[in-house]
């Protein structure tokens, strides 16, 4: 029988200096929770006879305060934290796209410190409006009439389909009822809009004739999805841009275009890693009337959905009561300003990192891989190898591209590589790599630079916790310590 007198009462657990200091910060119904708690996980350890339960009355009130402390600073952990993305998905969806430049980050702080002139015309010195933010840039570097930011583009997607096309009619063809990114279904958010889909053609082929016997005095528009995050192979077929934009304009219909990736397309900005990736411009030109792009994917900004276009239509879309439910507050016009004045200066587009990890040649990554492979030369029973291998677009840019990179390949003797990566993943900051043939690999296109010291030491401390972690096991796996 366990003997549970260890447990001290609640009330001089309470009095202790390090627990009465606690509840001056936390307030004494949560540190008494806690204690509590800590009573409670106490009592189940000695009904099961833990080894390294306390085993006497000093013992037990200095475990129970120790977790009195761990539980309250445990209620105050921050859930979203830093990572250290070394898969090579450039855009990883998962990892929050887009990391910011300096300048958008410096902007971003800037106006969450203080007030700003977010809806207040300072020349006039009354109120102004918002969307004058971003608009300039924008329209400058798209050639567009007129631009709007929402918050993202599943937002803005379904702000045009409401504000131009509620109760009538939308063509679109079979072959582009995508879903993206988990939950954005096309047919979904034409549903939410209020817009009455109107399929047409096929899964695989669809033509222009198709789009033309659809349309109707019901119909409102035709929409254009990019498949962002698939590659269709075979015998398919859909219209190109111009000869759609001209089918809507014969019949004074505009044509919206989900392009997703938000490739500006500038004049003299070429990446290989894209191929041939459908570009704004590119969309503009064959005469899509309004497009709609992610803010946070190959923009290389903040999380926004953008629509830039014909000035009339933005008009109607921005007048929409959903308007002032997706639009975005001072930090993302912040972040968003700031990065599309790094795409309009040439020298300045390297400052943007998922630009600069698009464009890193793979001598680039060599080089760093073999000095994070040197930093962690001392590690023991570790063994890093250089290789080649591929990195990927991510974020429903450029699907299928992978383009080549250098990984660092680790290996631990005796541990699995599952074992390893959920070690690094557990570090902080935490690790996210990729295993590939039975490794763990680690892709520095996606590591920022000066991440790459903090990298090389979040390895060698998950190394040094394994191989503690071994020992440990080994000796209490050691004949007459536990039973078995
Ligand atoms: C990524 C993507 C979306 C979703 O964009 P969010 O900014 O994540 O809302 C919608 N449509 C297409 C074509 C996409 O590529």
Request: charged share 25%; aromatic share 4%.
């Amino acid at each position: 029988m366990p003997d549970f007198r260890l447990i001290p009462s609640i009330e001089s657990v309470l009095v202790r200096p390090a627990v009465a200091a606690a509840a001056r910060r936390h307030g004494r119904d949560r540190v008494t929770e806690a204690a509590r708690q800590a009573a409670d996980e106490l009592r189940a350890r000695l009904r099961r006879r833990e080894p390294r339960a306390p085993e006497s009355e000093a013992a037990a009130a200095e475990w129970i305060e120790h977790r009195i402390i761990a539980l309250l600073a445990a209620g105050l952990a921050l859930s979203l934290t830093r990572v250290i993305n070394a898969t090579g998905v450039v855009l990883h969806t998962n990892l929050g796209r887009a990391p910011l430049a300096a300048e958008a980050i410096g902007c971003v702080a800037e106006v969450a410190a203080g007030y700003a002139n977010l809806e207040y015309d300072l020349d006039a010195g009354e109120r102004g409006h918002r969307h004058v933010h971003a608009e300039r840039l924008l329209t400058s570097l798209t050639g567009a009439e007129a631009a709007l930011v929402a918050n993202n583009n599943a937002a803005a997607t379904l702000l045009v389909l409401a504000a131009l096309a509620a109760g009538r009619e939308v063509i679109v063809s079979r072959g582009e009822l995508v879903e993206i990114g988990g939950g954005f279904r096309v047919p979904d958010v034409m549903s939410q809009s209020g817009a009455v889909m109107r399929e047409v053609g096929t899964t695989n082929r669809t033509r222009v004739n198709d789009y033309a016997a659809a349309i109707s005095d019901r119909t409102a528009l035709i929409l254009r999805v990019h498949p962002s995050n698939f590659r269709m192979e075979g015998f398919t077929e859909r219209p190109d841009l111009a000869e759609l934009a001209a089918l809507a304009h014969r019949f004074s219909l505009p044509l919206f275009e989900d392009l997703g990736s938000g490739w500006l397309g500038l004049e003299g900005v070429d990446v290989a890693a894209l191929g041939d990736e459908a570009s704004i411009r590119q969309s503009l030109a064959a005469g899509v009337d309004l497009v709609a792009v992610s803010g946070d994917k190959l923009l290389g900004g903040p999380q926004a959905g953008l629509v830039v276009g014909r000035r009339d239509l933005i008009d109607r879309v921005r007048k929409h009561p959903l308007m002032r439910a997706v639009r975005v507050d001072k930090l993302t016009y912040a972040a968003l300003e700031a990065t599309l004045a790094l795409w309009a200066q040439a020298p300045a587009r390297s400052h943007i990192p998922t630009y600069r990890m698009l464009t890193m040649t793979v001598d680039e990554i060599e080089r760093r891989a073999r000095a994070v492979v040197a930093r962690l030369s001392g590690a023991p029973s570790l063994t890093c190898t250089i290789i080649e291998g591929v990195s990927t677009v991510g974020g429903g840019a450029a699907p299928g591209s992978a383009w080549p990179t250098r990984l660092i390949a680790l290996s631990l003797a005796g541990v699995s590589p599952d074992g390893l990566e959920r070690r690094l993943r557990a570090h902080s900051p935490a690790v996210v790599a990729r295993i590939q043939d039975q490794q763990v690999v680690l892709d520095l296109r996606t590591v920022q630079e000066d991440e790459d010291a903090v990298l090389a030491d979040a390895v060698s401390e998950s190394v040094q916790r394994i191989n503690a972690a071994e020992s440990d096991a080994s000796l209490s796996k050691s004949p007459g310590k536990t039973p078995r």
